[in-house]
């Protein structure tokens, strides 16, 4: 498939083999999506940190292709930093390659506030430090996280290996009554398969950090396109 749309490119951590599959599973026709590596093989607060020094150069790689949007794709890397950090890091892109750009973390937003959230459920494959930071997050934007769960996983091979199956049942897990959609946050874990299938089950809209990514860069690209088989997101907004 070639892109007679547009291109995207996104800088991903270096371990995470889930994020370019999913996004080629999603792309309308005409839309390709391109990488570029970050170091990073475990998602401790040095290696998540280190990302930031590492995005120059991705996104200089990235601009050669002539891309619509640039966006960094990786959710505790945008955010670890707290409220602000997210900008800081698209401002970084912005200036190094005059492409429009976004993060993980800006998506995530921008897609509660689509599906009129206000109180998230979170399901994670992270420790619990790492969720802190994502609820903290959420709460800094105006959301309400009722419940948060994680696996405790550090190492990106491990959460590149999760099974649907566990990721399904950690989501169900996390969703408390009250919750009014779910957030599967880490663009490492695959959730692609199971998002239609956990908002039939819920009742409620799922968002990943993957589909949001694109969401929101198909977006900024002018795509109006709408996806069906990835969640409401994708096919009604």
């Known amino acids: 498939m070639y892109s007679w749309k547009t291109r995207l490119g996104v800088a991903v951590p270096s371990a995470n083999a889930v994020m370019e599959p999913e996004f080629?599973?999603?792309?309308?026709?005409?839309?390709?999506?391109?990488?570029?590596r970050m170091w990073l093989k475990a998602d401790t607060e040095e290696q998540i940190m280190g990302l930031y020094d590492r995005v120059e150069e991705a996104v200089e790689l990235l601009a050669h292709i002539e891309p619509s949007v640039i966006a960094f794709g990786c959710t505790s890397g945008s955010?670890?930093?707290?409220m602000g950090y997210d900008r800081q890091i698209i401002q970084k892109i912005t200036g190094v390659t005059g492409?429009?750009?976004?993060t993980t973390s800006s998506a995530v937003i921008e897609a509660l506030n689509a599906l009129n959230v206000r109180k998230v459920a979170v399901a994670t494959p992270y420790e619990?430090?790492?969720?802190?930071?994502?609820?903290?997050f959420l709460e800094g934007h105006g959301f309400q996280v009722p419940s948060i769960a994680g696996l405790g996983i550090i190492n990106g091979p491990d959460i590149i290996a999760l099974?649907?199956?566990?990721?399904?049942?950690?989501?169900r897990k996390a969703v408390v009554s009250g919750a009014e959609g779910l957030f599967l946050s880490c663009t490492g874990m695959p959730t692609v398969d199971i998002i239609d299938d956990l908002e039939q089950d819920l009742g409620i809209p799922v968002i990943s950090?993957?589909?949001a990514t694109l969401w929101q860069m198909l977006r900024?690209?002018?795509i109006k396109r709408k996806i069906e088989g990835f969640g409401a997101l994708l096919n009604e907004h």
């Open 24 to 36: 080629g599973m999603m792309c309308p026709e005409g839309v390709t999506a391109h990488f570029a």
């Open 79 to 82: 955010l670890i930093k707290g």
């Open 99 to 102: 492409v429009k750009a976004t």
């Open 128 to 136: 619990d430090w790492l969720n802190a930071g994502v609820k903290s």
């Open 163 to 171: 099974p649907a199956g566990k990721v399904y049942g950690l989501a």
């Open 209 to 211: 950090s993957n589909q």
């Open 220 to 222: 900024m690209a002018g």
